[in-house]
């Protein structure tokens, strides 16, 4: 499966996944702890600048930000139209700052990395008698999808856009979707194979 991951290195490439892992999770979740359009704004700010000390390695992800800013623009859109504008610019803060720490961790993070890390913290659930080696793989999976979704649409798009000049929109929709099944089949194949073995 294609991948974000970016083989320029940068600083955050030398943080350790688990650090990682650990930061942007509190720091997502800190997004939450308020409704003060202020530190939602610095908190933004910030997050911007993170993924900007990245420079050559954000590349793989102009797609994911030109989708970013779409989809902030469509919730302004909305809330304002609700008569929520405040509403609308605290949603839409939260959504750039969480997004932008996401796709910086996918970018600097190998799905290995993030497959150990996970074993790791699911580990005392062994005692309960949980599989935690199958929840471990079936988060990273998830996320690998996510991954391969955006890596397939891309490349589908940048396709389309030598061909005709313009950007495919939603006739990539029926390609997008035979192309996922088929990653998704091809996975679920090679992993009965393994298991079985």
Known sequence: MGSLYSEHRTWLHGVPAAAKLLLFAVLGIALYATTQIFPLALAALASTLLFASLGAAAKPARKLLASLLLASLLVLAFHAMMHQAELGWISTLRMVSA????????????????LDVLERVLAPLQGLGLKTERLALQLAMMLRFTEHFFVVWKRLDDSHRIRTGKSGGLRLLAPLTIQMLTSARRVADTLEMRMGE
């Open 99 to 114: 997004s932008l720490l996401g796709i910086a961790l996918t970018l600097t993070t190998r799905s290995g990395e993030l």
